[in-house]
């Protein structure tokens, strides 16, 4: 009996991802922008006298990412740049000095902070141009704005072949309701006449990122299981949020040359892995056999799977339907 399985995953994928070199660009005669190899969160110890200050271009970044902020700067004259911050809002990871090429005596150069931003919000980064007696004869203020990309919204539909009214037989899922939200399940009959078989149609709401299952098993009116059905979507919330999907199909065996064949378009979907799993150690013990796809971009991609015996044509038929959008 062909059995023809079809999921369709929905990604509306909300991605706002900046990687900022936030150098700064003074608007002022105080163009001397920089930074020292002393930064402190707080300079509470320098003199204040006769300061510029300089607004400096406005800096959006995402939660999590690194971004920079560069300053001229010459070593030779002793002065140096020193930063103050929220620390509950960023993160000083590094700061190196950069000398302007061809690098010569008495030269200049760029300080150049690297800052993670670790809390969603706004704040300012001050730096204070320090003289070598200590005191501060300019600032460069930075205005840092911090967003945080909108959880990727998910779904996927599973429609499952072997539902019937007259036999009794059904499908039944089995989730984990802080994962995945049951929005429909409806049963859809092949054909008018009575007793057509019929196709079961589940449809799934991604609640979070993450690794979501869902397991599916056709059950008679009484007894156990007569066959089991996986389907498993994970969402990895990064700069660019990834969708990837898991197929597991019983049927394979060794000890009978049996094995699932995909097929699908490789500018859609790239196949990460193909392994099978016995489901017991004795020999001949049947198997399962499961795919995991990345989506490589928005739009519907199909893989199918034919259950195919040592020789001859398919003897079931599967196919798995994803749409990013």
Known sequence: ????????AIAALLVAAICIAGCTSPSTSSSNQTTTANATQNATSNVTQ???????????????????????????????????????????????????????????GKDVFTFQAVSVGSTTITF????????????????????????????????????????????QPTYDTSSLNLKSNTVEPSGSQIGAP????????????????????????????????????????????????????????????????????TSSLNLKSNTVEPSGSQIGAPATQVFTFQVLNTGTATATFDLMPPSGSSTEHIAVSITVG
Do not use: C
Request: proline share 7%.
């Open 50 to 108: 006769n300061v510029t200050s300089t607004v400096a271009a406005p800096v959006s970044v995402q939660l999590g990412q690194n971004f920079t902020l560069q300053l001229q700067s010459n070593p030779s004259t002793g002065y140096q740049w020193q930063p103050s911050f929220d620390a509950s809002m960023v993160s000083l990871k590094n700061q190196t000095y950069v000398a302007d090429q061809p690098a010569t005596t008495g030269s200049g």
């Open 1 to 8: 009996m062909n059995r023809n399985i079809t999921v369709v």
């Open 128 to 171: 204070d141009h320090i003289s070598p007696s200590g005191t501060v004869t300019d600032q460069t203020v930075n205005y840092v704005t911090v967003t945080q990309t909108a959880t990727p919204q998910v779904a996927f539909t599973v429609s499952l072949p072997g539902a019937s009214g007259s036999t009794g037989y059904s499908w």
């Open 198 to 265: 019929a196709t079961q149609v589940f449809t799934f709401q991604v609640l979070n990122t993450g690794t979501a299952t869902a397991t599916f098993d056709l059950m008679p009116p009484s007894g156990s299981s007569t066959e089991r059905i996986t389907v498993t979507v994970t969402v990895t919330q990064t700069a660019t949020p990834q969708v990837a999907f898991t197929v597991s199909l019983p049927g394979a065996s060794g000890s009978t040359g049996y094995s699932w064949q995909p097929t699908y378009d």
